[in-house]
């Protein structure tokens, strides 16, 4: 089967600008997931979707921070405007069921400067 | 309390022996238990995971949970150079969705 995936693999910006993250998850996978992983920590979680529904955003910065998920299927996760410390690598994955494991695409990384 | 806690590393073992992760968390209602491996620059990957008391193993890893203590344990026997990685704990809790935590992350060397 078909992996996670995401675009773009790598994104330069300034602060204050903006920038959106593609994700297409596994086929049949109802739950999608977005992650920051800054370097050296572990992901934490962004927001979580149950089909086209959002069941976790507690962690979104809300207030430049926004994400969809269109039809159920792919998803995109815009930053507006970016800080320094939104670099880090921004993780989809996708799950059958909510509590399975995870499959992650490749990542994206973003450093603003 | 952070919600899910890993022994702090970097972990260094020498070639052939046994390495040993921990990995602590807060939330008593959680029920699935996941070690996830990444390398250097890549994402994680899934080698265990585990959702009731006791051992499981495979192949070269053992995952050991104990719901009483909120711990979970990952073993690698016979540690090999490419099993040099950051290991991530995560752990869900059924009643939140689904949500899944990762602790910070246990860096693992294992030298020749």
């Known amino acids: 089967e078909a992996g996670v995936a995401q675009s773009p693999r790598y994104k330069i910006i300034e602060k204050r600008q903006s920038v959106a993250f593609w994700c297409n998850p596994i086929?049949?996978?109802?739950?999608l997931y977005w992650y920051q992983q800054i370097l050296g920590q572990g992901p934490k979680l962004l927001i979580q979707f149950q089909n086209n529904g959002v069941v976790d955003d507690s962690q979104l910065p809300k207030d430049r921070f926004s994400a969809e998920r269109l039809k159920g299927v792919d998803s995109t996760l815009k930053i507006q405007p970016a800080k320094l410390e939104d670099s880090a690598v921004y993780l989809c994955a996708s799950s059958p069921l909510l509590g399975s494991p995870l499959h992650f695409g490749n990542g994206t990384r973003l450093t603003v400067t | 309390q952070k919600e899910v806690e890993q022994n702090s590393g970097p972990l260094s073992v020498p070639e052939g022996a046994i390495a040993s992760l921990n990995c602590t968390y807060s939330d008593r209602g959680s029920q699935s238990f996941f070690w996830y491996r990444q390398y250097s620059g890549k994402s994680p990957e899934l080698i265990m995971s585990?959702?009731?008391?006791g051992d499981k193993e495979d192949g070269r890893f053992t995952a050991q949970l104990n719901k009483a203590s909120q711990y979970v344990s990952l073993l690698i026997r016979d540690s090999q150079p490419s099993d040099s990685a950051t290991y991530l704990c995560a752990v869900n809790n059924g009643n939140q969705g689904g949500k899944l935590i990762f602790g910070q992350g246990t860096e693992l060397s294992v030298k020749p």
């Open positions: 585990i959702y009731s008391n």
């Open positions: 086929s049949g996978h109802a739950t």
